[in-house]
Every structure is written in C-alpha cells, then in structure tokens.
C-alpha cells in the first residue's frame, strides 16, 4: 500500500479508479485538473463521488486550462454532461485550496514517500516541477494513464496520432515526461487491453458505479459495438498493486506539442547519434506496453465487488 495523491479530470473511468485507489491505497488528496469536465466541475464531482462512496480524503483544485494552447471543450459525450453520466444532482460547489500548492507542500514534507498518480491532462504536475523543480527527485514515483504508441494497433482515441490526456495539454505532457521523474506510463497500449463488459459492471452490485456507466457504456455500443468500457485509469492503480501484471519497456519519452500530431507521444526506437536527438537530455522512463488483462480484471472486479 502506497501514500498516494490522485490528480483526475474525474469523469467516468476516473471514478473507477479513485474508488479503486480508496480500497488498496493510502489516498493522501485528490488534486482536479480540466480535462474530461472543466475543473470546477471536477472539484464538485470528486466531492459527490467521494461522499456516495464514503471515500474520505481532501480535495483541491487545479489548473483550469492547457499551459500554452487554447482550451478544448470538454468530453461530454464519453462521459455524460457532468462527466459522471448525467445521473445525479450535485449539490457541491467548485471553491476548494489549491491543488499544485498541495502537490509541492506534500512531496517537500515527505521526501521519497509519495507517488502521484495522474490519470488526467498533465497541467498540474507540469506547473509543480516548474514553479519547484526540487520536488523532481522527491517524489517516489509517478504513475500516469496517457499517451499510445500504436502496438497491435492501439493509436489515438482523439486524433489518428494522439491519446486524449496528453493531447488536452501537449506542452505540460512534453515537460513532464522529458523531466526526470521516475515515471511509468501506462498508455493506451496497454489501457485498451483491459475491457469490461455491462454484465462484469452490474455483477458488481456497486449501484453508484453502475448508474455513471450508463451513458459510457451507450456511447461504446453505438460508436464501437462493444457494451462496455476500458479500464484505462484503473490500470495506473493496477500498477500499485501488482507491477508485475505489466510488461514495460524503457526510454526517453517526448509529446509533439504542434500540428496535425500534436500530442503525439514518441519513445527513441534508435540510438541516434546526432546534434538533432530531441531525446538527448531525456531521462529513460518505463513505458508500459503489455498487460495480463485478466489478472488486472480480476482483481480490480473482486475488490470493487459489494458494499
Ligand atoms: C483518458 O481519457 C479520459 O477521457 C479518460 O478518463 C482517461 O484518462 C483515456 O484516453
Ligand atoms: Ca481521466
């Protein structure tokens, strides 16, 4: 069990995973960034989730837009008009302390024992190692859902090139996975192995997780034919329970920040002796790229199973 901070765009998937976190975790604080929901939405949504399913542990609020590029709107038809399908009131507000403040306050006071996790656009982990770059060589690991590389076909979900996480904030992506945290990233590569079905999800008897489902579930069957959904951001908690369900290889890593590729994610496939290496000053990070899809299901499905 590891102490944890959790920094979400909470939407559908985001919700799994917080609730998985919560039952194999020590969840320190839930940091929100825009993403999925803008980030006032995701305050009131990890106020709502946590409250139904009596998770405990501060919330903070983050950056509201990309470091460098325009805003994009958010992914409300994945994930329902509020992000966690439409199906509740929610009577909490957006106000909460900031989240980059607490990310530094916490690493600082806890040198070598906190690991992020990070399964939204990377804007607040970008804004932590610029505003304190000496948090970098603090943190004891960073585990984050985002990106793909196209084995076995698994390419973008937004763009024919790009992953939605790393694409909503291609600058702060490219910051954070050049730097030198010790980062596992968990692309789609990986993520889009990890499927479950409308059955797996009701068999849960997990009312709360099954009504935000709905719409994501619709939304599959009519786009892909497929009644149900990738685990995606459950997998960064995977990795906590058991980091040997994963394959990884290793490499410096960059984000393509312009044009028809922006957000792109790139791992140095040669040792390419030149002047024009934009991977030179890059530290190796381990990038997920195979999975035991059953193991991480399984567990993931007996753990949430019941009240
Ligand atoms: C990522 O995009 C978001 O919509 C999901 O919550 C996940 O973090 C998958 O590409
Ligand atoms: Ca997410």
Redesign the pocket.
Known sequence: MRNIILDT?I?V??AFALAYAARTQRLLGITTVF??VTVEQAVKNARLFCQKMQIDAPIFRGCSRPLAQAPTSP?AL??GSDGLGGVFANPFNGEADNAVDFIIRSVNAHPGEITLVA??PLTNIASAINQAPEIIARVKEIVI?GGAFGTQGHAG?VTPFS???IWKDPHAADQVLSSALPIVLMP?DV?HQVLIGGEAIRALQQPVLEAISRSYLDYSLKKERFEGMAL??TLTISWLVNPAWFGCVRSPLRVITEGIASGQTQRQLTNLASRHNAFADCTEQRICLEVDAEAVKHHFLTTLRGA
């Open positions: 765009d939407g998937d985001d993403g999925n992914a994945v994930h399964i939204g859902m979900n992953e939605f996480n789609l993520t995606h951001d």
